[in-house]
C-alpha cells in the first residue's frame, strides 16, 4: 500500500511564507515525477509546480519566481517552499506522484489528502 501524506499548511499574512511537505511511503519501488496541485472555493484543481526524478522543474505562471518546488529522493519527499504569498494563493493543496509500487507492473498516480493554505490579507 502506497500513501502520501502532505504537511506544512495553515494562516499567513499575504507576504509571509510556507513550506509544504508530502512524504510517500509504503511499498514503494520507484517514483517518478511529484507534483503540486491547488484547488480554490468554486475552481478547478490546477498544478502548481512539478518535477521530475532528473530534477527538472515546471511552474505555472501564477507562482514563477514566488514557489520553488524541490524533492529528496532518499525520503520520498517533495517540497513546496512559498513565498510572497497573496490572498489568491488560498486553496487546499495536494501532492501528486506518479509510483510503482513493489511487485506491480504498472505504476500510477498517488494523491495526498490535501493541506489547507489560507492567505489573509
Known amino acids: 500500500q502506497v500513501q502520501l501524506v502532505e504537511s506544512g499548511g495553515g494562516l499567513v499574512q499575504a507576504g509571509g511564507s510556507l513550506r509544504l511537505s508530502c512524504e510517500a511511503s509504503?511499498?514503494?519501488?520507484?517514483?517518478?515525477?511529484m507534483n503540486w496541485y491547488r484547488q480554490a472555493p468554486g475552481k478547478q484543481r490546477e498544478l502548481v509546480a512539478g518535477?521530475?526524478?532528473?530534477?527538472?522543474?515546471n511552474y505555472a505562471d501564477s507562482v514563477k519566481g514566488r514557489f520553488t518546488i524541490s524533492r529528496d529522493v532518499a525520503k520520498n519527499t517533495v517540497y513546496l517552499q512559498m513565498n510572497s504569498l497573496k490572498p489568491e494563493d488560498t486553496a487546499v493543496y495536494y501532492c501528486?506522484?506518479?509510483?510503482?509500487?513493489?511487485?506491480?507492473?504498472?505504476?500510477?498516480?498517488?494523491w495526498g489528502q490535501g493541506t489547507q493554505v489560507t492567505v489573509s490579507s
Open positions: 509504503g511499498s514503494i519501488f520507484s517514483i517518478g515525477s
Open positions: 501528486k506522484a506518479w509510483i510503482a509500487p513493489i511487485g506491480s507492473t504498472r505504476p500510477n498516480d498517488y
Open positions: 518535477i521530475i526524478s532528473g530534477g527538472n522543474t
